[in-house]
């Protein structure tokens, strides 16, 4: 039984015991979960109850979530809607799921900009930034009684803690539950939400957890710290590393440490993991780490595999996880041991030393209630002095040589930290949160749009904001001129008669969608850019997926590999002719990744922005990926062998999914060809095949007449296919990427890259022998056509598809028009269904 079907009819309750019914309801909840709630918690659950603000800052561990759980099961009782906010979009789906079991997935949805699930749920869990924007269109009237915001410490986030403080300004109705382990001084804060909402707000704190952590430092190599550990019984072990490339290679090199599980555990290992399937590079590396009890968790997997290894974690079955620091934004990872490989990050503008903030969000990550007494967080020494000290231990017996030992100095240029550092950071107190309010064209026209006076509303929102006088005076200069940029644009006008109907004496010449600035700000520019486009170029599809490419966030490291690529193909062929190295180096760096369309699409960016000034916030960012794809016809495992992305697939996984959502919603009807169909139908079905196991959640838990229904799923089924989720049950999906697999070999055998077609087909028993084809075609002609003409339907022959093998013909499109090479292929479908992608049975080359 679920939390919500606990609830007792309140309407029999007498009025003074409404509130005694609903405690004694969650604490029943509570035991039959064999929970016995902190004192803690006990004091902020009955503060929500009785109406206050409550702030939370108790040390990670103490059971902060289910104080959450009571605030939401609180207003749920008082038939109100609360809002569960969260930083990054991973934490909410998580905390979405979570909510889904404790309170009934038909009582919980979730927004995250991507996508929204049972919007008018009593419950939401959502990004910060959702519940802003909210706030800012509909203020006080906001349909929001309760926020919930988890993570708090954001509020001082340089580029996003404007959300975390607009919601307190401009919901004076709800009641906040803010929580963090790492808040510092909040009496200012206590008496600004009080004088805001006419609510007592209670300060819950203390730093006493429920795990008491011991912290040491060591001067000990990683592996052998961790060895340590394990024979101390200090597993799980978490060692947190400042990139992914880290994180990585330490779980490989970890391999080499003896007894790490035992027969039994690897057994359980084996079972738990079950028909799970490893379909990519970095999974098949993953299936053989976990399987040693070791893990890996970063933001550059696949969802899929992080999951699978917080599963594993949770049952105990991993003795070690290499990851990065994202274990400090409340991933729910349970462990006994924090291993910090140092103590300063690259935050994306400057290496540094780590905040105490940051520092003890992850350390708060040790010691697992209900099951430890202590949690252990060790800090190691920087590389130079685990050298230093590893030579004075080895010279300890000879003073005279110690005497003389030439220490060991960083490298040049690197932050380092030392023992000092580590006390220092350990005692220190978190910093006092400060606040990053800024004004923006998007918050402008979101306070517009509200009903009422626009000018009172942007007034309360620069003159009580928590900026100082001297801040908020230049955030109103900066609103007055961005006003007048959108009046001068003609998207804001005064009211002829005073007031418009609302009440406003300016207003929006024309609505604003509801998700205004939170899914692809940019579409109005896409829209308005597709008339530009050749309908009749045999390149308009792939021309419609450039302009809404343009308008997605950039995925760093495929751009970067892109580039990388070219440059290096540039240089070859540079050095080729003899150019020397100061000139190719400096030809080169001109070459960045392929930004097909950029002229025109910076051209009709600054002409949009003159009549919609607001899109200058935003930043055009020409790009090719998904265009890549197609022009290369490749997989996703071609688009990761071919750029080393295998420490990427959940980076490029989500910049596909976000391409596919933007292009299956946002496309007009008038543009969409039968090509641009299939590309969606095509690329949705590849997103599902590397990782469906987000979609299928939602699908299991909201059932089939939720949001996530057979229609979003956009699957056509073959008739009498008993499992849906295979590749070959969605025969459109699969026939496109047919097409696509013997196109992809065909260019790679005209660009003559034989090991390629090798590594590719390298499962199949009888390669044909393609060097021998090659010399016979390039003897008869002087090219290959690769182009869109090459790919056509006319060129591609689909055989008998009424059994498991299907026979397929790809024609050559030669220069002469002759037609006479051509690939023959049976396709295997039970092998497809097996590996997720296109797999063959046979191939030949016939001429």
């Known amino acids: ?189 206590e008496k600004d939400l009080t004088q805001r909402t006419g609510r007592k707000t209670t300060f819950v704190g203390g730093t006493t957890r429920p795990v008491p952590l011991d912290f040491s430092y060591t001067f000990l190599a990683v592996h052998e710290t961790v060895q340590e550990l394990l024979d101390a019984g200090k597993a799980p ?90 274990l400090g934004v409340g991933i729910n990872v349970p462990i006994r041991t924090v291993l910090m490989t140092g103590l300063a990050k690259y935050d994306g503008r400057r290496e540094r030393i780590l905040k105490s903030r940051e520092f003890h969000q992850i350390a708060g990550r040790a010691g697992r209630a209900g099951y430890d007494t202590e949690g252990t967080v060790v800090v190691e020494a920087p590389e130079h002095e685990i050298e230093n000290a590893k030579a004075r231990q080895r010279l300890s017996s000879d003073p005279a040589r110690l005497k003389k030992l030439k220490k060991k100095a960083p490298r040049d240029g690197t932050v380092t930290w030392s023992e000092k550092t580590f006390d220092r950071i350990i005692h220190a107190e978190p910093e006092q949160l400060t606040s990053q309010f800024r004004v923006s064209n998007s918050m402008l026209l979101n306070v517009l749009a509200r009903h009422g006076d626009g000018y009172e509303h942007m007034k309360h929102l620069l003159r009580t904001n928590h900026d100082t006088r001297v801040q908020q005076n230049k955030h109103i200069l900066t609103a007055l001129d961005l006003f007048r940029g959108l009046l001068n644009a003609g998207l804001v006008q005064r009211s002829t008669k005073g007031l418009d109907i609302y009440g406003r004496p300016y207003h929006l010449v024309r609505e604003l969608p509801r998700d205004f600035a939170l899914n692809q700000p940019l579409s109005p ?86 009549s919609n000034p607001w899109v200058k916030e935003f930043e055009l960012a020409p790009k090719s990926v998904v265009r890549d794809m197609l022009e290369s016809a490749m997989t996703f495992s071609d688009l990761v062998a071919s750029y080393g992305l295998a420490r990427s697939e959940g980076v490029i996984l989500r910049y596909l999914t976000d391409a596919w959502r933007t292009l299956r919603q946002s496309i007009p009807d008038e543009y969409m ?99 021998a084809a090659l010399d016979d075609y390039f003897d008869e002609y002087d090219d290959m056509e690769t182009g869109p003409e090459a790919r056509g339907k006319e060129f591609f022959r689909l055989g008998d598809t009424s059994g498991r093998a299907w026979e397929v013909r790809q024609i050559i499109k030669d220069p002469a028009g002759d037609h006479g090479y051509q690939l023959v292929a049976t396709v295997d479908l039970d092998a497809s269904d097996e590996a997720g992608e296109v797999r063959l049975s046979s191939l030949r080359i016939e001429y």
């Open 1 to 189: 039984m679920n939390l919500s079907q606990m609830l007792p009819d309140l309407q029999e309750v007498p009025e003074s015991l409404v509130d005694d019914a609903v405690w004694d309801t969650f604490v029943s909840w509570t035991d039959q979960r064999g929970i016995s709630l902190y004192p803690a918690q006990e004091e902020a659950s009955l503060a929500l109850l009785a109406g206050d603000n409550v702030i939370l800052a108790t040390p990670t561990g103490s059971g902060k979530s289910m104080v959450a759980n009571a605030a939401h099961f609180i207003a749920m009782a008082r038939g109100q809607r609360s809002f569960y906010t969260a930083p990054i979009k991973a934490l909410v789906s998580e905390k979405f799921f979570a909510l889904c079991e404790i309170f009934g997935p038909e009582n919980v949805g979730m927004m995250t900009g991507d996508a929204t699930v049972n919007g008018n749920a009593p419950i939401i869990a959502a990004t910060a930034e959702i519940v802003a924007n909210i706030a800012l269109r509909d203020g006080a009237e906001a349909k929001i009684d309760q926020v919930v915001m988890d993570e708090f410490h954001y509020y001082s986030e340089p580029d996003r803690g404007w959300a975390w403080q607009v919601p307190l300004l401009e919901l004076p109705k709800a009641q906040f539950l803010l929580m963090s382990a790492t808040l510092g001084n909040t009496e200012w804060l």
């Open 237 to 326: 072990i978490y060692i947190v590393h400042f990139s992914q490339r880290e994180a990585s290679e330490r779980a490989q090199a970890l391999t080499s440490l003896s007894g790490l599980i035992t027969p039994e555990e690897k057994q359980r290992i084996a079972e738990e993991i079950g028909t799970f399937r490893f379909t990519t590079a970095f999974g098949k590396d993953l299936s053989k780490l976990v399987r040693r009890g070791i893990g890996v968790h970063h933001a550059g997997m696949l969802p899929k595999y992080r999951r699978l290894v917080e599963r594993l974690a949770q049952k105990g079955l991993l003795k070690v996880i290499c990851g990065t620091d994202t």
């Open 525 to 610: 520019f896409a829209l308005a850019a597709l008339s530009l486009l050749d309908k009749e170029s045999p390149t308009f599809y792939l021309d419609v997926i450039s302009v809404f490419e343009s308008i997605l966030d950039n995925p760093r490291q495929v751009l970067q590999a892109q580039q990388s690529q070219r440059r290096g193909e540039e240089i070859a062929a540079l050095k080729a002719d003899g150019v020397d190295y100061t000139e190719r180096m400096a030809i080169v760096e001109d070459i960045t990744w392929p930004k097909p369309l950029e002229e025109l699409l910076e051209q009709a960016y600054d002409t949009f922005a003159e």
């Open 673 to 771: 060809t039968e090509e641009l169909s299939d590309v969606i139908t095509w690329l949705g079905e590849l997103i599902r095949q590397v990782d469906s196991s987000l979609v299928d959640e939602w699908a299991e838990m909201t059932g089939e007449d939720s949001p996530i229904s057979q229609e979003t799923l956009d699957r056509e089924l073959a008739f009498g296919v008993e499992d849906p989720t295979l590749l070959t049950s969605n025969r459109r999906a699969f026939t496109i990427m047919v097409r696509n697999y013997l196109f992809r070999i065909v260019q790679l055998f005209a660009f003559e890259k034989e090991d390629r077609l090798e590594e590719m087909l390298d499962y199949l028993e009888d390669i044909p022998d393609f060097g």
